[in-house]
């Protein structure tokens, strides 16, 4: 235990000092990206209700998570695998899940400041009151770890190009067809059902709803279904990374 | 023997057979060249010893117990330098070393110390701050080395580790790899610079297609060739080439030139009958020369490559 303390420690000041010179260009995407969801969507709408303020308010942070882990996280992994750090890595005396928990705290640290950044502008233009839980930290921690463990599963297990082109979709899907932004009622029927069994929809309820406590209380099932994608994710990297040839 | 690998056969999905009942030891404070062409099965060997590629039959024994089986003690008593570069864009050298000292379970101050040994021994102080993409191939190379033996452990296997070094840089490499040893780690060196390797390491391991084609110390192996010195002469133009004398192992004419092997109790009739024919203005110049590891080693492979040819057009 102590030598997997100290190797994910060690592990983390190396991911932090390689990424270092990554993370202003890191910042500025997800500032465009929070003020762009919040701000831009509103031009979409003509009118803006509470219920769709809410849904932006709390769609932006989320679309950041999912933006940090599931499309920025996996084009770094296929660019390590294509550049040798993949394999370099590899070769380390340290435990592999040390080596994937520093990764998954790096990517994690990366998208805190557009979380926070998207809610503020969110607060700013909608001048909403948030009823936050205190349910947030941990459903903030899930969702990021879950798009970082799918993002991260996806980027291992194909190779780097083919992983390029899935975040590719996977940030079109998240941002257009999935109900993060709007109620999953305006979809069709059969995306509804499909929505059930994917992440997305379930990532946005769980921040939705520990931001907005609300009197309805909370709901179980999203956290119960990311929990099941995340240790999905997880293993599937876990056993690529400790595959031998 | 520190490590002990017993006929080893690796063969790839594909079918093709990267090593091929392979054996060969290393011991503490030795220096192993292991020398063959591209694909002759060097790096998947590398790759076995340390865990990273599972063998399809035969051992390893690494320490007194098997990689193959406990592939995390395998990478905490192996230090691998890659074929590929290390990561290093972002990071300078001496970042990248200290925190590779510290990951392979070295103590800050110490790991501190080597890292300020290291650069300084390999002369590259000068880019010891500056960021990894600013740094020339050489210069990564070289900070890839000092990332794996900063805290070498038992064994330590290099791939490559002169490609892209200048050659005053290349001596500075062989003299920290004989330094590992001496300090009793045991070394496993992968290289094409044959030549190089023939002054710093103890013995060579030839591979051909998978297989040792030989092995033994550099001077083992110029004794077994055929004659263990060459007789090189430049012939005058327009002159016949003269007839090879009854003494000569081994004669090739390829136009101006002709080489001929000798034994070394041969030395003073060679010298004396290439006296002569320089006097008769036959040869332009002659130079008796000891038979090198390089044209051993392409003897070796090249042979073999020929009847590899010959095999697969029957």
């Given at each position: 235990m102590r030598h997997w303390l100290r190797s994910y420690l060690l592990l983390l000041r190396w991911h932090t000092i390689r990424l270092r010179y990554l993370l202003p260009l890191m910042l500025v995407i997800q500032t465009l990206l929070a003020v762009g969801i919040v701000v831009g969507f509103s031009f979409l709408l003509p009118t803006i209700d509470d219920a769709t303020a809410l849904y932006l308010a709390t769609g932006a942070p989320t679309l950041g998570l999912i933006t940090v882990g599931m499309v920025l996280a996996p084009q770094m992994v296929a660019q390590a695998k294509t550049e040798g750090t993949f394999d370099y890595h590899r070769t380390l005396p340290v435990p592999r899940s040390a080596l994937l928990a520093a990764d998954v705290t790096t990517w994690f640290a990366t998208s805190l400041p557009g979380l926070a950044l998207a809610l503020f502008t969110a607060t700013l233009r909608f001048d909403l009151d948030l009823d936050v839980s205190p349910l947030v930290v941990p459903a903030i921690l899930l969702v990021a770890l879950t798009a970082t463990a799918i993002g991260y599963a996806i980027s291992y297990a194909v190779p780097p190009a083919v992983a390029n082109l899935a975040a590719q979709v996977i940030v079109f899907v998240a941002l257009m067809f999935s109900p993060i932004n709007f109620p999953a009622d305006r979809l069709p029927g059969w995306l509804q059902a499909v929505h059930q069994v994917l992440p997305f929809q379930h990532m946005a309820e769980a921040i939705r709803g520990t931001l907005v406590a609300g009197a309805a209380g909370l709901d179980a099932v999203p956290f119960a279904v990311l929990a099941v994608w995340c240790a999905l994710g997880l293993t599937v990297t876990l056993r690529v990374m400790t595959r031998r040839s | 023997m520190l490590l002990r690998v017993d006929n080893l056969t690796k063969i790839y999905?594909?079918?093709?057979?990267?090593?091929?009942d392979l054996s060969l030891q290393v011991g503490e404070g030795e220096v192993l060249g292991l020398l063959g062409h591209n694909g002759a099965g060097k790096t998947t060997l590398l790759n076995q010893v340390a865990g990273l590629a599972r063998p399809t039959s035969g051992t390893i024994v690494l320490d007194g117990r098997d990689p193959v089986a406990d592939p995390a003690y395998a990478r905490r008593v192996c230090a691998l330098q890659l074929q590929a570069q290390a990561p290093l864009t972002g990071v300078t050298p001496r970042q990248a070393i200290d925190m590779l000292g510290r990951i392979r379970g070295g103590r800050r101050q110490r790991v501190r110390e080597r890292t300020g040994q290291l650069l300084a021994a390999l002369d590259i102080t000068e880019w010891a701050d500056t960021p990894g993409e600013k740094l020339s191939g050489g210069v990564r190379r070289l900070t890839a080395f000092c990332m794996a033996v900063?805290?070498?452990?038992?064994l330590v296997m290099l791939d490559e580790p002169t490609n892209d070094v200048d050659p005053v840089r290349r001596r500075l490499i062989w003299q920290q790899v004989r330094q590992l040893a001496a300090d009793g780690c045991a070394v496993v060196v992968v290289t094409h610079n044959v030549t190089e390797a023939e002054r710093s390491v103890d013995r060579v391991v030839v591979l051909d297609h998978g297989r040792v084609a030989t092995t033994g110390t550099p001077v083992e192996l110029r004794r077994r060739a055929s004659g263990d010195l060459r007789l090189e002469l430049t012939l005058t133009p327009g002159v016949a080439a003269p007839e090879p004398p009854s003494w000569a192992t081994r004669t090739t004419v390829r136009g101006q030139h002709m080489v001929i092997s000798v034994a070394s109790a041969g030395a003073p009739q060679a010298i004396a009958w290439a006296q002569h024919l320089h006097a008769s203005e036959s040869v332009a110049q002659f130079v008796l020369n000891p038979i090198s590891l390089e044209e051993i080693y392409v003897g070796l492979t090249g042979t073999s490559e020929e009847d590899h040819d010959a095999a697969l057009a029957a």
């Open positions: - | 999905g594909r079918g093709a057979r990267a090593n091929d900063v805290e070498p452990g038992r």
